[in-house]
């Protein structure tokens, strides 16, 4: 194999900086470390009102055995008329990503 040398300068704005792929994961990652979403957080997120998450992710049982806090989840499902949803941002955008195709062909 051939290589060729060369010297290039590229102009970097000076508003912008050069990152590895590994250090913007890790920044994205941080990004969420220690949110937590409201179901108001939530609906933005999926751009899908609370009804329709309800019906076709929190509380079909297969999901719910997993997200329910209660169950070892990270979701905090409201006991009585009043408390709000809870939701871990970093293991909930996990869950989304993760099962994208399952919540979203049963709808």
Do not use: C
Not at 12 to 36: C, F, H, M, T
Not at 40 to 46: A, H, P, Q, S, W
């Amino acid at each position: 194999m051939q290589q060729l040398s060369v010297n290039l300068t590229i102009p970097i704005p000076e508003d912008s900086i050069i990152i590895s792929k590994v250090e913007l994961n890790e920044l994205r990652k941080q990004k969420l470390s220690g949110v937590y979403w409201s179901m108001k957080d939530l609906e933005n997120r999926i751009n899908k009102k609370h009804e329709w998450i309800k019906e076709h992710i929190l509380y079909p049982e297969k999901h719910r055995k997993v997200l329910d806090v209660e169950k070892g989840g990270f979701v905090y499902y409201p006991k009585s008329k009043g408390q709000t949803w809870s939701f871990h941002a970093s293991k909930m955008a996990k869950f989304l990503d993760k099962n994208f195709q399952a919540i979203f062909s049963e709808s």
